[in-house]
């Protein structure tokens, strides 16, 4: 941790913006009817995992702030989850894209649980 000195150093971070980015082509591909529903709430949600976690990187002089940015960083994830879900239920995702984009997703989950029950090695003394 204390090698870390930049966010898109984290590797939660690299993950979630990869995992960003393969949702923004994939919704290309989306029916136009989506374009103001489904398609915007994917990408935004997906992609505020990883603002948050670039805002949870500045905040780490308070632990509690640090915790709350990751926390909102874990629940847009979540999200995405169910975003995710909706589009294989409409047919828009296959089943294995939609299972290994999850699969991604429970992944950077169980990263930010672990940097927020290890918040103290993260906090700036």
């Not at 529903?37 to 002089?61: F, G, H, I, P, Y």
Request: proline share 2%.
């Amino acid at each position: 941790m204390a090698n870390i000195r930049h966010f898109r150093e984290l590797r939660v971070y690299q993950n979630s913006m990869d995992a960003a980015m393969r949702i923004f082509e994939l919704t290309k591909k989306f029916p136009p009817e989506e374009k103001y529903s489904m398609t915007d709430q994917m990408r935004r949600s997906s992609r505020s995992v990883c603002a948050n976690l670039a805002e949870a990187w500045r905040k780490r002089r308070y632990e509690a702030a640090f915790i709350a940015k990751l926390s909102d960083s874990e629940s847009e994830a979540c999200e995405t989850q169910v975003w995710l879900e909706f589009a294989s239920r409409c047919g828009y995702l296959d089943s294995p894209t939609s299972n290994e984009l999850d699969q991604q997703y429970d992944n950077i989950i169980g990263q930010l649980v672990n940097m927020i029950r290890e918040s103290g090695k993260w906090i700036i003394r």
